[in-house]
């Protein structure tokens, strides 16, 4: 399978990174074995893996050629490229694609490279890391963009700025966001703005298990605590591992909150809001109809002003026999809520496979306090 191709499959694609060291951040893993890494992260589910072939990474050639023989997966070569003949010699050794950095190169020379590369059966991945980059890789034709979140001659980390630009790629090219991805709550950031795939090596060179650092990153349902009202129980959730931070903005609610908390970087935030939404200084935004007073049914999850997932509930105050075959049956991104609990929310995702559960209720000792552990029980429900 080609690279592009790889990275193109429904959901988020992972590209898995195989590197010694960073200049930014020293060693990461000087004894990495690229052939066994290779094996393990494609035994985790990666759709690709990066391999670092440049002596200031101490990665070389020889490491492609060991990651090749061990894996079948596609394997993109890292380094700084300039000429038409290092993209040979890499083919030669197993590569399926090039990195190409827009910072290093002009127009001209990037668009030599491209043709290049698809010339030898390669695909490039053309690096951007500013708005002026990214314009330049859409008007080379470049397919698949890396947008990179570390500013390569500073080495800072500008999360936000990556999401903005990776919201307005087109949506045709597959994009991949890099660098500055610790947690799943990033990865899904970087899904929700409009990202194909990640690509991952830090997080997961310094894990002590890189391939079971890889699974939790693109586990899948995330899991959504929501009705959160105190400080004390984002810090539950968030120590329990769940990755979205619910907070009610709704009148009628028992657990409205007076405001949207902060959270920690392993998680995002969600104002929820029943007719009309205001500025909550929020992740994301989950928005219900108002009907005969009180919310609607169905929600949608928005980033922004689009909306990026569709949350299915139950009727206000009501049950329905058949809310989950109902669920099953609906296409696109779902977040599943109603009276999930851990008792019950394995059965929900065997029979719907959301791409997120939604809890409140069921984890409270009372309206808007809740219980650490049934949230806990709740997480460890989801992840089993």
Known sequence: MRFREALARPGLSAIAEIKRRSPSAGDLRPDADPALLARSFEAAGAA?????????FAGSAADLRAARAAASLPLLAKGFFREAAQLAELRRDGADAVLLLLRDLDDDQAARLMTAALDLGLDALVEAHDESELDRAVRLGADPIGINARDLATFEIDRAAQLDLVAGAPRERVVVAESGIESRAQAAAAELAGADAVLVGSALMRAPDPAAKLRELIARPLVKICGLTRAEDVSAAAEAGADLAGFILADES????????????????????VGEQADARSDLVQLYERENGHRGRDAVLLRGDESVARVLDLPW?????????????????????????????RDAIETVRPWAVDASSRLELSPGIKDPERIRAFVEAVRS
Do not use: C, W, Y
């Open 48 to 56: 690709a893996i990066s391999v670092l072939v440049d002596e200031r």
């Open 254 to 273: 028992p657990r409205q909150a007076d405001k949207v908390l902060p959270v920690p970087e392993t998680m995002l935030s969600v104002a929820v809001f």
């Open 317 to 345: 105050e009501q049950a329905d026999p058949s809310h989950l075959a109902r669920a099953a049956t609906q296409a696109g991104r779902i977040v599943l809520a109603g009276r999930l609990a851990p008792e019950n929310v």
